[in-house]
T-cell receptor, first 116, second 116 residues
């Protein structure tokens, strides 16, 4: 069965510093996708970044980059130059494809607090 | 960008009553919609997957007679919580996918249900 693990319940970072949020996964499917979402206190899920298992390069989107280490089955999110508005819950998720439905399995999440 | 709305954004109902939550894709046709439940300080758990015009596929442990899902059109899916109990109080989030083969899901803003 596919599984997503986020071992950091909470993280603190100083404003303008970089922070890495950990995510490991387990799957036997050679074709998979990994996502990171941000959930502020309002509850909306904000898509940040996506990495496909066959992508040759690590995904980047502005201040977000994904450190994809396939052999280690890890997909850590790196946020550079943290801002106060980055304080939120962050979820790592994996695409699961039983029957082709492409559903998402989420990790437990990491709460990030950015301090001024 | 693709926008998904949910209505209502929050609802309070009495124990034993039913409540309906709507999920709409505003600027695209959603072949598949997903319903998630999120308890406080926890991750998102997929409840069911629905395709337009067919019966929803429920995840293990989710009571299909209690959580009725209807996906009557390509832009609307509804979740009805029947005979609600206080333990059904949660944050319910829907997401929608435009193409069957697409990995992208667009999330609604969520509905906070409180059962008294």
């Amino acid at each position: 069965a596919q599984k997503i693990t986020q071992t950091q319940p909470g993280m603190f970072v100083q404003e303008k510093e970089a922070v890495t949020l950990d995510c490991t996964y387990d799957t036997s499917d050679p074709s998979y996708g990994l996502f990171w979402y941000k959930q502020p206190s309002s509850g909306e899920m904000i898509f940040l970044i996506y990495q496909g298992s066959y992508d040759q390069q690590n995904a980047t989107e502005g201040r977000y980059s994904l450190n994809f280490q396939k052999a280690r089955k890890s997909a850590n999110l790196v946020i550079s130059a943290s801002q106060l508005g980055d304080s939120a819950m962050y979820f790592c998720a994996m695409r699961d494809r039983p029957g082709g439905y492409n559903k998402l399995i989420f990790g437990a999440g990491t709460r990030l607090a950015v301090h001024p | 960008g693709a926008v998904v709305s949910q209505h209502p954004s929050w609802v309070i109902c009495k124990s034993g009553t039913s409540v309906k939550i709507e999920c709409r894709s505003l600027d695209f046709q959603a072949t598949t919609m997903f319903w998630y439940r999120q308890f406080p300080k926890q991750s998102l758990m997929l409840m069911a997957t629905s395709n337009e015009g067919s019966k929803a596929t429920y995840e293990q442990g989710v009571e299909k007679d209690k959580f009725l899902i209807n996906h009557a059109s390509l832009t609307l899916s509804t979740l009805t919580v029947t005979s609600a109990h206080p333990e059904d109080s949660s944050f319910y989030i829907c997401s929608a996918r435009e193409l069957a083969e697409s990995y992208e899901q667009y999330f609604g803003p969520g509905t906070r249900l409180t059962v008294t």
